[in-house]
């Protein structure tokens, strides 16, 4: 077409052709997140090979057998049978006791992985309670964007004895902590790849169980008997456990080899499903609120209140479909209510609904931020 060349349609119509990658918000809360000191890379992750403190490596179900190592792989096995569409990243930092200017210690790398997955746990054969510990530290100010899960072997919870517990309680901790004596496992790593193993009403694992549902990738959290079963922990020491706000696994007794995670609190007696569903609310609402007041011709008046209350019900809806919130309530004042001026507003007590569980019911708050986050 000879008229094409040099025309108007040529020179000053464009369509430009190019792959656009857009994230997705909330997926941090569908996440695992695991710190380990570069000094044990060459055991937990002898595929990789710059495995430099700073370095974020991302695993799935089709590349951790290759890239994982030693008691990282022997963790990630039950995670990845149930979560297979799941992702797991291992953030690499300097844990020396006197690191250099500038080094990527523990504190500096969760400050620049933090938003990548909300699930936080640390590995580390030589100081793991401390890691917890300083984890603990790192993840309480950050409860909205971190939860942090522990698992441990140390049969010295089993009489309140546990010199970890006593230091995580200490920090007054919100910490999730599931006990089995199997030091090869983390068996709160293995309950959440049952908890992230499907997608629910919300097209999304969030809001999936996160304790009495079956399944048989570790065993129970007893002792060992002369024949090698393992057995369930006896009603003392389940009651000892229960007092002091830690998971176990139990047998379902049905002939398989099925467990179920007993127990769902936060050492500080949070409901670990219920913060994790009030969080993602909280969080996805604030991203897509930002986006919402960000659009051109958006004015601060009733009009854009009433839009972003509609988000927060559509966010809210998935879960009340799925039977997880019941009784969902929008308690935010009237527009006329706000406060005039300023570039953030944030109200307390926003919402409310009833976090339905198989065992329990627990009336959850939300507060809903109108804000411009950069996060």
Do not use: H
């Not at 990658?21 to 890379?41: D, F, K, M, T």
């Not at 969760?110 to 936080?120: G, Q, S």
């Not at 300083?134 to 049969?155: E, I, K, M, N, R």
Request: with cysteine; aromatic share 10%; hydrophobic share 40%.
């Amino acid at each position: 077409m000879s008229d094409f060349k040099n025309s108007i349609a040529q020179t000053n119509v464009q369509f430009p052709i190019e792959t656009v990658i857009e994230p997705i918000a909330g997926e941090n809360y569908s996440r695992a997140l695991i710190y380990c000191p570069v000094s044990e890379a060459a055991t937990f992750l002898p595929g990789v090979e710059d495995a430099s403190a700073g370095n974020m490596v991302v695993l799935n179900s089709s590349n951790y057998g290759t890239v994982a190592g030693g008691l990282l792989l022997t963790w990630l096995v039950p995670f990845f049978t149930k979560a297979i569409s799941a992702e797991v990243a291992i953030a690499l930092y300097d844990g020396s006791e006197e690191p250099a200017e500038g080094a990527k210690t523990l504190a500096v790398v969760y400050e620049a992985t933090k938003y990548y997955a909300y699930f936080k746990f640390g590995i580390s054969g030589s100081a793991y309670d401390a890691l917890q510990a300083s984890l603990a530290s790192l993840c309480l100010p950050d409860s909205l964007y971190s939860a942090l899960w522990v698992g441990t072997s140390d049969s010295s919870v089993k009489t309140a004895q546990s010199t970890l517990i006593a230091t995580l309680k200490g920090l007054n901790s919100n910490a999730r902590v599931v006990y089995n004596p199997d030091s090869t496992i983390n068996p709160a790593l293995a309950q959440l790849g049952v908890s992230l193993s499907s997608v629910n009403a919300t097209g999304t694992p969030v809001g999936n169980s996160v304790d009495m549902v079956a399944f048989n990738t570790i065993k129970a959290s007893g002792s060992t008997d002369s024949d090698g079963n393992v057995l369930n922990l006896t009603p003392t020491e389940k009651l000892a456990l229960d007092e002091q706000k830690i998971a176990y696994q139990t047998y379902i007794g049905d002939g398989t080899e099925n467990v179920v995670t007993e127990g769902s609190y936060t050492l500080n007696g949070d409901v670990v499903g219920a913060e994790w569903v009030k969080n993602y609310i909280t969080y996805l609402c604030k991203i897509k609120t930002a986006n919402y007041i960000t659009r051109m011709n958006k004015f601060r008046n009733n009009a854009t209140y009433q839009g972003i209350i509609l988000i927060l019900s559509e966010i809210v809806s998935g879960f009340v479909e799925m039977g997880r919130l019941a009784d969902f309530t929008i308690s935010a004042p009237a527009f006329s209510q706000l406060p005039k001026s300023g570039d953030s507003i944030t109200v307390p007590n926003a919402w409310s609904a009833q976090y339905i569980d198989n065992v329990r019911s627990v009336l959850i708050y939300g507060t809903l931020y109108i804000t411009q986050p950069t996060r």
